[in-house]
């Protein structure tokens, strides 16, 4: 049952926090549950209003892995309210309010989509398994929401992140910190 979850243990903080810092760097062990279940509680708790969640994978198995496991948690088919997009493999639709991508389809997505209209919400998951584009995305994501879209939520999330520096660059942010039971 995902309630049970340690990642539970802080909904109420990661919900305060995004709502009114936008900002937010979460360290939880693996199993915690904070890529399947982040995700819902911002949708649960209004704070994507029309937009959609964008959660960032390092790899392409994963983002099809979560898509398909949040989908079934919500028992909504996949590619509706749920999917997922990685290179030649698009299932989602114009309802999709949590979408599980690689960071390269956002890169691309920011080049055609300078200001990425329609999405409230980006989570940066496995962030401590940096890549080139992780790096560029963030930081096109933190001019975006510093520039032109205020309302934009960013978090990033890891099991074995060195917040303070990541805390550094995303000034005002604030770091929470899961020891939780995996």
Same mark, same amino acid.
């Given at each position: 049952?995902? /309630?049970?979850?340690?990642?539970?243990? +802080? /909904?109420?903080?990661?919900?305060?926090?995004?709502?009114?810092?936008? $900002?937010?760097?979460?360290?939880?062990?693996? *199993?915690? &549950?904070?890529?399947?279940?982040?995700?819902?509680? !911002?949708?649960?708790?209004? !704070?994507? *209003?029309? *937009?959609?969640?964008?959660?960032?994978?390092?790899?392409r198995l994963a983002a099809r892995l979560l898509g398909?496991?949040?989908?079934?948690?919500? &028992?909504?088919?996949?590619? $509706? /309210?749920?999917?997922?997009?990685?290179?030649?493999?698009?299932?989602?639709?114009?309802?999709?309010? #949590?979408?599980?991508?690689?960071?390269?389809?956002? !890169?691309?997505?920011? #080049?055609?989509?300078?200001?990425?209209?329609?999405?409230?919400? +980006?989570?940066?998951?496995?962030?401590?398994?940096?890549?080139l584009y992780g790096d560029i995305t963030l930081a096109?994501? +933190?001019?975006?929401?510093? @520039?032109?879209?205020?309302?934009? +939520?960013?978090?990033?999330?890891?099991?074995?992140?060195?917040? *303070?520096?990541? /805390?550094?660059?995303?000034?005002?942010?604030?770091?929470? @910190?899961?020891?939780?039971? @995996?």
């Amino acid at each position: 049952m995902p /309630e049970r979850l340690p990642i539970y243990d +802080l /909904e109420h903080d990661i919900v305060s926090t995004l709502r009114t810092t936008k $900002r937010l760097v979460l360290q939880a062990p693996t *199993g915690s &549950g904070k890529s399947t279940q982040v995700p819902q509680m !911002l949708l649960k708790h209004g !704070l994507l *209003g029309s *937009g959609q969640v964008v959660i960032l994978q390092p790899r392409r198995l994963a983002a099809r892995l979560l898509g398909a496991r949040v989908a079934d948690e919500l &028992g909504v088919k996949l590619g $509706r /309210e749920v999917g997922y997009q990685v290179r030649f493999d698009n299932v989602t639709s114009a309802g999709t309010r #949590i979408k599980f991508e690689t960071e390269g389809l956002l !890169l691309r997505q920011l #080049i055609q989509d300078p200001t990425l209209r329609g999405v409230q919400a +980006l989570i940066f998951d496995e962030f401590h398994e940096r890549h080139l584009y992780g790096d560029i995305t963030l930081a096109r994501a +933190l001019d975006i929401q510093e @520039t032109h879209r205020p309302d934009l +939520l960013i978090a990033v999330m890891s099991a074995t992140l060195d917040a *303070g520096a990541l /805390e550094d660059y995303l000034w005002p942010c604030s770091v929470l @910190t899961s020891h939780g039971r @995996t």
